[in-house]
Every structure is written in C-alpha cells, then in structure tokens.
C-alpha cells in the first residue's frame, strides 16, 4: 500500500540540509538536491542488504513526538506568508511572525482562496473518503490564476517534459551531505516504516524493515538520477491508496505511470495561485501538529517528556537546520536509557536479623560497584544483622 514520493518532513529536512549551500532554486541547488537523494538511497540501501533495519528503531517514539510536530509547525508557517498575500523575507518562523502581526498588509483575495481552498480540503474529507479535494483545489486555484490575471501571485514557469537521467553531480560537495543524508535516511523513513506497519498489522501480514529499507533506497536512488530529490512514504497518499481497494503493488506502478502521462503537461499548473498552494500544503501535514500527546507525555515519564519537548524547542530553534535536532534528539534518548541502566533500586526489609535486600534494574559491571557501597552502607546503619540475604528476582539481567 505504501506510496512512495515526495513527503512534506523529508523536504524540510532537504531544504534544511541545503540551506547555505547554495542558492535557493539554483542549478547548484538542485544538483545538491539530487546528490543529497543519492546519498540518501545508498544510506538505506546498504542498511536493508546489511541487515540492519532494527536501527530505525533508534528513532525513540518520543523524539519523533517532539520533532513531527515541530517539522509540521514550520511547514505550515513557511506557507503563511503565501496564503495571506504577504512576501516572505528572512527566516520561516521570522518571516510567519511578521505575516501574522501586520493584518493591514494582507492580502483579501489571497485570504480568500487559501480559506476556501482549506474548506474543500477539509470538509471534502467529511463529505466522504474519495472526494478529490486537492484536486478540486486544484482546479479552483487554477482557474482563479487564470482569471485574476496580475493581482494574485502565481506557481508561474513549471518545466514540462519527462527528465534526464544522469549522474553528472558535484561530487566535491560530497562530504557536507554524509551527515544531512544519513539523518535523513533515517529519519525519513521512520515515517514511511509507521506506515507500512500500520498497514501490515491490519491486514495481519508480515513486515520487513531491510527490506524496506532496500525499497525505499533504490527509489532515492532513482529521484537522484533523475532529476528528483529525496523522496519517502506518504501517510495521506498512502491510506487513500488502501482506501481505494489496492490489494497489489500494480497499485503504484499505476500512479508512476499517470505521473509519467502527466509530465509532458506540467505547464498547464503554471496559473496556479500560491495562496490556493499553501492551502493544500497546510491542510496536508497540519495533522502532525499533536501538542496535546507532547503534554501527556508529564503524566507518563518526566524523562521521556524532556526528550520530546527538548526535540520540539530545537526543531523550532535550529531551524533549517532541523536534522540537528534529530541527532540531539536520538542522542537524549540513548541517554535517558543509559541513565536508566545505571540506576539500581533497592527495596530493603528486616526479619528479626535478617537484612533482605531486593535489587531492581540490570546488574552489570557499571551498576556492581554501586550495589556493592549501597549494601556496605545498608549495613552499617543495621549494626545487629547477623545475615544479609539478597533477593535477586527483581533483576532483569545479571552479568558475568
């Protein structure tokens, strides 16, 4: 069932990475763009022949509850400016915060076809599960861009045609994208692998994360040498599919090829207006934003809450550069579990003069020697017991 294309979080995290590497838009910019997508198919790939899949499970569900909401955030504050009618300058969250606080500069017929173009999107999702929303959208703001002519700003020049296949790329640049790549391949997929599982345990079938790690690079590979940049699996595309009956991997082929048929027209979205763009930009990842889980999160685990909120503050903060809060992210969480693995509880109990100790955690080399001065002390302050018995049932491993 899982469509694989371009997704709203892998983009960020592109345009994160590419930041100050180039200019926006410019041939160094999308021969970047195309690398950093190589970089990415052969990150995962060779996780998938490896192997290795289990390591997307680095990505600790309380990291991807602070970074999803976060990414969703500037996304959609990257497509305010466009929706209310006003010109992006500076930062994403800057730029949305001048939009906001000056509604003297906002533009009504924008306003207008963003609002209109979030109501068919979202009321169409009620109406019923195969209403074309976006595409209606679509049209709406096709023929609106058509019509106003000046006065509403458009997609304007969209190349038509299918792409060149080549692997003629700025190779020196290499180096800078190793990190931002495999953030990425990581990162990125763990969307397409929540996915795909959610699937896979509804219809009670097996699920393969080398493998699908496999898949997913040898798409990566395919965008780079096509023209493409990093691509992964889309939630929205993905239920629709399995909304409407697929049952084989024919589902997909089918949609490359009606985007293939498509390509030679790709002229005909140039009258699209940006206000009506941003719209179905915002309607589509403005589900992620789930603050409501992040606060929940106090009422589970204090650490677990420190993680994900400290993800979500520097997905905000670093931004573009969000894959750095993925990696500040994924290293709190291995700490938490250090810090976790280093502590052992002792429930102590005195029968007559008997001192029972029982020791909760994992007993290993660096937690011995604590256990070791814990008791020394428990016995000191217990000057009259003659037998010290340890209960060792509540250890969830003891090493050599």
């Known amino acids: 069932y899982l469509q694989t294309g371009p997704v709203a979080l892998t983009s960020l995290l592109t345009f994160g990475a590419l930041s100050g590497s180039a200019a926006l838009g410019s041939e160094d910019y999308l021969e970047l763009a195309m690398l950093l997508a190589l970089v990415v198919g052969v990150v995962r790939l060779l996780i998938g022949v490896l192997g290795a899949g289990v390591v997307a499970h680095l990505m600790s569900e309380p990291m991807l509850m602070g970074f999803l909401p976060g990414a969703a955030l500037l996304i959609v504050a990257s497509q305010l400016p466009a929706a209310l009618g006003v010109p992006a300058d ?3 969250l800057g730029s949305a915060y001048e939009a906001l606080i000056h509604p003297a500069d906002w533009d009504p017929v924008a306003l207008a076809l963003a609002g209109g173009a979030l109501l068919v999107v979202a009321g ?3 109406l019923h599960r195969f209403f074309p ?5 679509l049209l709406a703001g096709l023929l609106a861009g058509s019509v106003a002519g000046d006065p509403v700003a458009t997609v304007g020049a969209v190349p038509s045609g299918f792409p060149e296949l080549g692997l003629e790329l700025p190779y020196g640049e290499l180096p800078a994208l190793l990190v931002p790549g495999a953030v990425i391949a990581l990162v990125g997929f763990a969307e397409a692998a ?11 079938r097996r699920w393969s994360a080398d493998r699908e ?16 940049y990093p691509v992964g699996g889309s ?4 239920a629709l599919n399995h909304s409407a009956g697929a049952v084989s991997r024919r589902a997909g082929a089918i949609t490359g090829l009606a985007v293939l048929a498509f390509l030679p027209f790709a002229g005909v979205v140039e009258p699209l207006a940006q206000a009506v763009l941003a719209a179905i930009v915002i309607a589509a990842v403005v589900g992620l934003i789930r603050l409501r889980r992040l606060v929940a999160l106090w009422r589970v ?5 420190a993680v994900a909120w400290t993800t979500f503050a520097l997905t905000l903060l670093l931004a573009p550069r969000v894959e750095l809060a993925v990696v500040v992210g994924v290293t709190l969480s291995i700490a938490v579990h250090l810090v976790r693995e280093l502590s052992l509880r002792l429930e102590v109990s005195v029968e007559g003069d008997t001192l029972e100790v029982r020791p909760a955690g994992v007993l290993w080399f660096a937690t011995a020697a604590d256990l070791q001065e814990r008791l020394i002390e428990l016995l000191e302050r217990h000057p009259d017991a003659a037998r010290l018995r340890l209960a060792l049932d509540g250890l969830g491993r003891i090493d050599l």
């Open 90 to 92: 500076g930062a994403v």
């Open 124 to 126: 169409g999702r009620r």
């Open 133 to 137: 929303g976006v595409l209606v959208a």
């Open 194 to 204: 929540s996915v795909a599982r959610t699937y896979a345990t509804r219809e009670r």
């Open 213 to 228: 790690f496999i898949s997913q690079g040898a798409a990566n590979l395919v965008a780079g040498a096509s023209g493409g």
């Open 235 to 238: 939630l929205s595309r993905t």
């Open 301 to 305: 685990s204090r650490p677990q809450f």
